[in-house]
């Protein structure tokens, strides 16, 4: 078990991230905590274990679980195994189990011990870290949440090693879009040059992916913890128009990085039409995005239109009632900007201008 | 409009109290708020207003309504407003309304703003003031909930002058609580020598009360605004006991302050029986309650004792499974100490040695 990075957050509070050898190692880890442990599996990652822990919620896998139900069913055995504040809630699995068990642990007697083990990519480099928590509320992605850094998050590379293909491209969208949005250039040139060893999953060619994709979160949450300066924001770059597309197709046609990486194309050709993107930048972008097997030139249907503006009247990066959009001055260096609906909808709906 | 006060807490964030001349001038400072407001009431603050703002919720008025079920309709409310993150979650009542607000307002998008109008005693020099919100879940109090200070805490002395005997009497039972637990004694001797003055409620003298119950809180609530250096849990004098009392009594038989009372009764006398408390201060602040009005010599019946237990058991202030109960060494000298619970037993049901 090694540490990969120590993360300071909101009140000072620091999450450590740590790497396991293995399967086993991570076990070993967590066998140290003893009783005063609560675990939350979904459907999926409880069958990694032959037998699960004593104290334990299995979430229905999916985007689904993320509300009040399975939060009341955590707080419930939480309650019932008369955990007190000193106990600890262990969340194993994808972005759905670490949310609900980073929630649930924020309002847990107001806050109890919180361990992530994300095990998707897309976890490991997007939900687990950073402290947000959230549920879905009447069908709107995240309305309702914390902020929460959980004290320790366990990464094992076994488990990114038995990833379907489309939920490792689901990550890799965040990972794509960290690139897009980091100081220097190493993770994009990572990308561009390793792009089969990624794919094989190499184990080093990850560490280092994930490593850097995890600097640039570092480097945007660090400042801005609990997103109030306009520095957290940035990192939402694609996911205005990407949660939108989730949220009216309802959450699941399309997966949350293929969202991801659609919406970084509207913001890169919303920034081009803007004059503020050079379009050699937004090109080369969208170029590396198509290059993983993102379908960037997806345009939703005229009949989809009133929901999809609808939905994106519902974000949350909002000044004076007017939805805030993350463009791209270039490599790194993101602004916050209203756009005329009219201009969403002619980018959303018109044919590809790349 | 005055400030009467400044709190720095969790995250540098800062609550101010404001101290407004009459109900007027309250309404004017809120009405600058304009649109992209939430009004939260209940049904008995609602009555106050001729015409109840546009955008509002009203919760029944009790304990009962401390639940997921208000938390859900008040975000709700937001949501169907389209409030963004700079919107604004006004609680306007007792207890029970302004930890709903804040609940709600601390996770509606992960944070919104905050303004919380005490209409009660109790709520003015408690629930209102330091950030703690919380719902009861599954009969348990205050078992779920956050840390999240209201931007500002506006005090109407209008509304004090209105609240019955009763209710009075439940705020005045955490005043003498700070009293106990203040670095100086000036509140004590307050408390001592105008008793007619504020049980008459004499404007002058309710002023100075308040200022020096919220100083006593505000010395403990800045240095531990998350409850987690030992600190802030001092001011849960009396609550351990009370809130079994409270909970085992299905909340609502006895009123907070009675509970409170009573509850620092049995701590007294726990901390004399330990050593730890001198029998003549314990003496004199059992007399100070019982001038005003409190009932300190009531006793559990033996068939209640099981489900007081249990309650008690369910206490968050636990370390390694133990409940820590907040003894008095002296004037404003309180130390955590777990207690047997055979101790417990005799305090609870035994005949009062004072």
């Known amino acids: 078990m090694n540490t990969l990075r120590t993360v300071t957050l909101a009140n000072g509070k620091q999450s450590t991230i740590l790497l396991a050898d293995d399967l086993k190692d991570l076990s070993s880890h967590l066998g140290n905590y003893g009783r005063s442990v609560l675990w939350v599996f979904d459907t999926n ?24 139900v399975s939060l009341e069913r955590i707080l419930f055995a939480a309650m019932d195994e008369g955990l007190g504040r000193d106990g600890r809630i262990i969340g194993f699995g994808g972005g759905v189990v670490c949310d609900m068990a980073a929630f649930a642990a924020s309002v847990y007697m107001r806050g109890c011990h919180l361990t992530l083990v994300p095990t998707t990519l897309l976890c490991m480099v997007d939900a687990s870290v950073g402290g947000k928590a959230a549920i879905d509320f009447r069908g709107l992605k995240n309305m309702v949440g914390s902020f929460y850094p959980a004290d320790e998050i366990l990464i094992s590379f076994d488990t990114l090693r038995t990833l379907s293909e489309k939920e490792f491209l689901n990550g890799l969208a965040e990972v794509i879009k960290h690139a897009l949005l980091s100081q220097d250039e190493e993770l994009y040139k990572l990308l561009l040059t390793k792009k089969n060893e990624i794919l094989a999953r190499d184990s080093e060619t990850l560490q280092r992916l994930l490593d850097l994709s995890l600097a640039v979160k570092i480097w ?10 306009g520095i957290r924001q940035m990192l939402n770059l694609g996911h205005t128009f990407g949660h ?18 659609w919406g ?16 050699a930048y937004a090109s080369g972008a969208t170029k590396l995005f198509k290059s993983y097997g993102y379908n960037m030139d997806y345009r939703i249907g005229r009949g989809d239109w009133i929901d999809f503006r609808e939905h994106l009247s519902k974000d949350k990066k909002k000044e004076a009632g007017k939805v805030l959009f993350v463009l791209l001055e270039g490599q790194g260096k993101a602004i916050l900007k209203p756009l005329e609906i009219q201009t969403v909808q002619h980018l959303v709906i018109a044919k590809p201008i790349f």
């Open 220 to 229: 945007y949450i660090e400042q801005d913890p609990t997103e109030t300066l």
């Open 45 to 68: 990652t409880a069958k990694l274990f032959k037998q699960l822990p004593p104290v334990h919620v299995v979430l229905e896998s999916g985007e689904s679980s993320k509300n009040f």
């Open 264 to 279: 970084t194309g509207r913001a890169l050709e919303a920034g081009v039409s803007l004059g503020v993107t050079e379009k």
């Open 244 to 261: 939108a597309l989730e949220s009216s197709s309802h959450f699941g046609l399309f997966g949350h990085g293929s969202c991801v990486a």
